[in-house]
């Protein structure tokens, strides 16, 4: 029997932008159109706006385009000043949310306090996307032990029934805007998407086989072909480049 592919992920991390309301709905309702004119069924789009804007989206979620948000707070609910719950993002049908990005871990976020979010998210089965990555390359391999750290210590009280609904993003964090300076280099991609597989058959088994890995990190129009290309890469996160339809559209059809 033919094995179908599994769907690409791309998820849009606007961070805080776009700067009014207007500019948002506009935004989604473009990227929504692109979803709808590409042929194909091989891609699934999620855009993460900033928090005030996603109640407004959340009636026009549809076709291949899905909301996501940016953070989120473990508590159920109650006295957490600026904090949004796992409740709240899913009654504003949000159904993903990026957990542990590195600008936030710079602010002071754990993988312990990630691992907490972690768990919140799937308990109002929103799927957590986990953002790893190490500061910088050293030619003696150490970057993969902080790897190992991260993401196993990130997913601490994931249970292997529920390795599958966690997505990991491999983000090197000198790889995030690098204003036009690109991508990491797709064989050092499907190096290291490859090493974090191992990582989670390893604790989880033949559960993880289904967990998506995806690259994140300066993704553009010109990269994006080839990091499709590299083994393992089952989507992408993209940042600057998620602000633009024109931009995005090229991504597309890379996948
Ligand atoms: P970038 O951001 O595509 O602008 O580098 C990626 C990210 O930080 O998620």
Redesign the pocket.
């Known amino acids: 029997m033919k094995k179908t592919p599994t769907k690409k992920l791309i998820i849009a991390?606007w961070?805080m932008n776009p700067g009014t309301l207007k500019e948002a709905v506009n935004l989604f309702g473009a990227i929504k159109n692109l979803g709808k004119t590409l042929g194909h069924k091989g891609i699934e789009i999620v855009v993460c706006p900033p928090f005030p804007f996603i109640g407004a989206l959340t009636d026009k979620v549809g076709g291949k385009v899905f909301l996501g948000a940016q953070d989120l707070f473990f508590e159920k609910e109650g006295a957490f000043t600026g904090e949004v719950s796992a409740s709240q993002l899913a009654s504003a049908k949000a159904s993903y949310v990026i957990v542990g990005?590195?600008?936030r871990r710079r602010m002071g976020e754990t993988s312990d306090l990630v691992a907490k979010k972690v768990a919140a998210a799937l308990t109002k089965k929103i799927m957590p996307i986990v953002?790893v990555g190490e500061k910088e390359r050293d030619t003696e391999g150490a970057f993969f032990h902080v790897l190992h750290d991260e993401l196993l210590t990130s997913l601490q009280h994931v249970a292997k029934k529920d390795i599958a609904k966690v997505v990991i993003?491999y983000?090197p964090v000198w790889?995030?805007?690098?204003q036009g300076k690109g991508a990491m280099a797709p064989n050092d991609i499907a190096e290291t998407i490859i090493y974090l597989k191992k990582v989670l058959a390893d604790k989880y088994g033949k559960a993880s086989a289904k967990t998506k890995i995806l690259y994140?990190?300066?993704?553009?129009p010109f990269d994006a072909p080839e990091i499709f290309k590299a083994a393992g890469v089952d989507g992408a996160?993209?940042?600057?480049?998620?602000l633009s339809a024109a931009k995005l559209e090229k991504i597309f059809k890379a996948v």
Do not use: M, Q, R, W
């Open positions: 991390n961070k990005h590195s600008e953002c993003a983000e790889a995030i805007s690098t994140g990190g300066s993704v553009d996160l993209i940042g600057k480049a998620s």
